[in-house]
């Protein structure tokens, strides 16, 4: 089998969208599997990258989640209140680094050691963000601030500590309905709190 980029012979690109985030609709041809060259147009929403982290203590069994609105999921049918693990995109920055001030802006604790397990594409056929998943404990003493985001930036963030074993039944009830944080709660209970 030929190396992907052998694969894809791209005829031309057009911006859709320009705005908040790029929007673009892509011509290429692919080399499918029986050698047969076929054209394809696919469109692509750009944000750039992201990071995501958990925050648990193993002692308390706790976890610390935020709830903030999401208009695309108010738009989708729910109530649009998520609850979520911090995340933020990366702007600039590496994934470590972005991921340090995001958990201290969005939830008020300050991270010592932090983890990364795993990194994820979240919605492959359309959004080209990949996700920097990391896991980090807090204890009282870490708090530093109040957390909630910035408010100029239209965040208004609840922070919530909860006992690990309702945020997971918080799951099974629909409570709980974000990726990123259903990955890192079933990470924390295969690795930290098993
Ligand atoms: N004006 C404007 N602001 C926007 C728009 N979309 C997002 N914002 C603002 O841009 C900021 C982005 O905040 P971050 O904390 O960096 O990102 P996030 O929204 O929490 O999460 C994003 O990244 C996660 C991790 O990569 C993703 O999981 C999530 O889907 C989202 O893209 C927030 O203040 C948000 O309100 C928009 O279309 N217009
Ligand atoms: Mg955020």
Redesign the pocket.
Known sequence: MHETAERIRVIESQVLSD???LLKKTTFDFLRADGSWQRQHRETYD?G????LLLYNRQQRSVVLIRQFRFPAFVNGHHGMLIEAP???LDQATPEQRIRA?VEE?TGYRLGVVSKVFEAF?SPGSVT?K?FFFMAEYDAASRVGAGG??AA???DIEVLELPFEQAMAMIDRGEIADG?TIMLLQYAALNVFC
Do not use: S
Request: glycine residues 18%; hydrophobic residues 30%; charged residues 35%.
């Open positions: 705005d908040w985030y944000r990258n992201g990071a995501t995340a933020g995109l995001e969005e979240m963000e996700l985001g910035i930036e239209g965040e990123k």
